[in-house]
């Protein structure tokens, strides 16, 4: 387990000459379109509404708290900061999942040799994207009540000093989840069952995580952590996870 934290940063490392090589560099183009097409369309909601939805909210508050009215409009314009981030992000991982589950598969199909049956007509990749929108709901439907317990949890005295600390290791751990997953739902290994495996290995985790989130302070890099992210993520598949669950979907199959 301690070598795990090395094995993140080894796996992104690794990353780079892999997506930039001649059979993989086309995936760039997706993520980058995708990102900077909800990028223009955040910052034009932003600053169209933003201003405008912490007034109508402030317009709520009883007289006898006026003078806390710069405290409410700062935490208020966190929340409604940190809810379009996290919307944008689920935005660009839900148009961009199909292309991002063919790059994971691409990737281990290269490292590996094994082959995916995959149905490339038009309805087979429809039945590929709806599998990807499936996995990406499951996801937001265990982020959601999650990232607002832990909102509503900084609103409490005392327990909102850990609070940030709290939703900077659950965001870290929500990135390494997301990206992590395509290659296990790739081998059809349910969503549960992922996230048991993730739990065993927290360091790698978390620490695959703040690096993610630390690439996407930064400009221009930020355009491509999404597929570099995906490549590191698979690459983590297969050194630590694959072994467990050969011939997983096999078995998964008979049982059905």
């Known amino acids: 387990m301690i070598t795990h934290p090395f094995s993140a940063v080894g796996a992104i490392i690794d990353a780079f000459p892999l ?5 993989l560099r086309l995936f760039l183009l997706a993520p980058i379109l995708a990102n900077i097409a909800l990028m223009v369309l955040l910052y034009t909601v932003a600053l169209s509404y933003m201003g405008v939805a912490v007034e109508e909210m402030m317009g709520f508050m009883p007289d ?6 710069w405290l409410f409009y700062l935490l208020l314009n966190i929340v409604i900061g940190l809810l379009m981030f996290y919307s944008f992000s689920v935005g660009v991982n839900i148009l961009a999942a199909p292309f991002m589950a063919f790059l994971a598969e691409k990737v281990e199909e290269h490292q590996t040799g094994k082959q995916f049956d995959e149905d490339m007509s038009f309805a087979g990749l429809m039945a590929i994207a709806g599998r990807s929108l499936k996995r990406e709901l499951q996801k937001l439907g265990y982020f959601l009540p999650r990232f607002i317990g832990l909102l509503l949890l900084s609103f409490v005295p005392v327990v909102n000093v850990v609070t940030p600390f709290l939703l900077v290791l659950f965001s870290a751990w ?3 989840l997301q990206y992590m997953d395509y290659a296990f739902d790739n081998n059809k290994i349910p969503f549960p069952d992922m996230r048991a495996s993730l739990r065993e290995k927290p360091l790698l985790c978390w620490t695959f995580g703040f690096i993610v989130m630390f690439a996407v302070t930064i400009p221009f890099l930020n355009l ?3 597929p570099i992210a995906v490549v590191a993520a698979t690459l983590l598949w297969i050194k630590l996870f694959s072994e467990r669950f050969v011939n997983y979907a096999d078995l998964l199959s008979q049982t059905k």
């Open 19 to 23: 997506l930039l090589s001649r059979r």
């Open 174 to 176: 929500m990135l390494a």
């Open 224 to 226: 491509f952590v999404m």
């Open 64 to 69: 006898w708290l006026s003078f806390l009215n």
